[in-house]
C-alpha cells in the first residue's frame, strides 16, 4: 500500500486510480434507477443501486467477472411482484442481495420470497472519499490510505404496523480488496418485531467453475432437504452445467476466531483468484451455501444469515427468529474479500 505522499508523487488526481461514480440508468427497464459505480484502484470494480435495497450487482477483480447475474437485468422496484415467488421476476442476481426485514427464505403469507429489503429505495444517500490515517501509522511518521464510502437509508414500514430503519455504510480501500458492509437496524415501532436477515452473496463464472473448490475451518455441514443430501458429499466442489438440475442448499456451522468472525472461500486456481464471505457470528450465527449446476443458471451463492430460511411463520414459532425490542439498535457486519492466488 502506497503512503499518500508517496503515491502522489505520480499523479495529480487519486481519481486517476480510485474513483466513485454516481449516475442513473436512461435505457431498459431499469430505467430511473441510480447506480453507484467503484473502482478502487487495486483491481476491484463493483456497482451498488441504492433504488435495489442499497444491494452489490455488479463486480469484477483484476478484469475478471465474479457475480452472478441471471436473464433478469436491471428492473425498477416498481415492477416488484411481492406475492410468492414474484421476487425471481425482479431480482438481477448480484454480488450481494438484502433478503429481509421481517422475512428470509420461503413465502409466508403476507411476505414473498425472501421479503421486501432489496426493492425498497435508499434515501440520505452519501459518498465519502478521503485519506484516513490507517493502523500502520507511528508518531513519527502517519500512514494513510484513500477510503471509499457509501451510506444510505432503508425503511420497511407501515402504519399501524412496523417501523424499521436501517442504514447502510459500505466501504473499500485502494490498496484492500475488501468491501465491508456494516448495517444498523432500528426498531421505531413501540411494539418488539422479528428480524430475519439473510446477506445472499452470489458468485459466477468464470470463478465458479469446475477448477474451483469451497474452503473453509473444519465444520459440521447439514443439507437442507433429500436433495441437498445427495449433494452432501461434494458440497464444496462444483461440476459442469447439468440441464434441468434442482438446487442445493446446505447449512453451515463454521467455528468463529476469538474477534468472533468466521469465514467461508471460493479458490480458483485456473484463474489465480480466491474470494472469501466473512461474518460477525454474534448476530449471523451461520452460513449457508447455494449451489445450482443447471445450464444457464450456474452459482454459488455464501449467504450469511441469522435464520434457517423456513419463513416468518415458522421461525416465531421455533423460536430461531432474531427479536428486537422498541427502540433497539442491532448491528450486522460482513466482508467480501477478493485476492490473488
Given at each position: ?43 476491484l470494480h463493483f456497482t ?5 435495497g442499497f444491494d452489490i ?92 464510502t457509501l451510506r444510505g ?189
Amino acid at each position: 500500500m502506497f503512503p499518500m505522499q508517496a503515491l502522489l508523487k505520480y499523479i495529480g488526481d487519486i481519481e486517476q486510480i480510485a474513483y466513485v461514480r454516481l449516475s442513473e440508468l436512461t435505457d431498459g427497464a431499469g430505467r430511473g434507477n441510480r447506480v453507484i459505480d467503484v473502482q478502487n484502484g487495486s483491481g476491484l470494480h463493483f456497482t451498488v443501486c441504492p433504488d435495489r435495497g442499497f444491494d452489490i450487482v455488479e463486480a469484477s477483480f483484476m478484469g475478471v467477472p465474479v457475480a452472478f447475474r441471471n436473464g433478469v437485468g436491471h428492473r425498477s422496484r416498481g415492477e416488484y411482484q411481492p406475492e410468492g415467488m414474484g421476487w425471481l421476476r425482479t431480482w438481477p442476481g448480484g454480488l450481494m442481495t438484502t433478503c429481509g426485514f421481517r422475512n428470509a427464505g420461503i413465502p409466508n403469507g403476507e411476505f414473498g420470497l425472501h421479503g421486501r429489503a432489496s426493492a425498497a429505495a435508499a434515501e440520505d444517500v452519501g459518498i465519502v472519499r478521503e485519506w484516513q490515517e490507517c493502523g500502520l501509522s507511528s508518531p513519527h511518521t502517519k500512514r494513510k490510505r484513500y477510503v471509499i464510502t457509501l451510506r444510505g437509508v432503508l425503511r420497511e414500514a407501515r402504519m399501524f404496523g412496523e417501523n424499521l430503519r436501517l442504514v447502510r455504510t459500505i466501504t473499500t480501500a485502494y490498496g484492500d480488496n475488501t468491501i465491508a458492509i456494516h448495517d444498523e437496524i432500528t426498531n421505531q415501532a413501540n411494539t418488539p418485531d422479528y428480524l430475519l436477515l439473510v446477506y445472499h452473496c452470489n458468485f459466477g463464472y468464470p470463478l465458479v467453475s469446475p477448477d474451483m473448490r469451497l474452503v473453509a475451518a473444519p465444520h459440521e455441514v447439514f443439507p437442507r432437504d433429500e436433495n441437498a443430501e445427495r449433494g452432501l458429499k461434494t458440497w464444496d466442489t462444483m461440476p459442469e452445467p447439468v440441464k434441468g438440475v434442482p438446487e442445493q442448499c446446505f447449512y453451515h456451522s463454521i467455528p468463529a476466531g476469538k474477534d468472533g468472525w468466521a469465514s467461508m472461500g471460493i479458490v480458483n486456481k485456473a484463474i489465480g483468484i480466491k474470494a472469501s464471505v466473512s461474518y460477525d457470528t454474534r448476530t449471523l450465527p451461520r452460513m449457508v451455501q447455494w449451489k445450482v449446476y443447471d445450464t444457464g443458471t450456474y452459482v454459488i451463492g455464501l449467504e450469511p444469515t441469522n435464520s434457517w430460511l423456513k419463513g416468518r411463520t415458522t421461525e416465531i414459532a421455533e423460536r430461531t427468529a432474531q427479536k428486537i425490542a422498541p427502540g433497539a439498535t442491532l448491528g450486522f457486519d460482513v466482508k467480501i474479500r477478493f485476492e490473488k492466488v
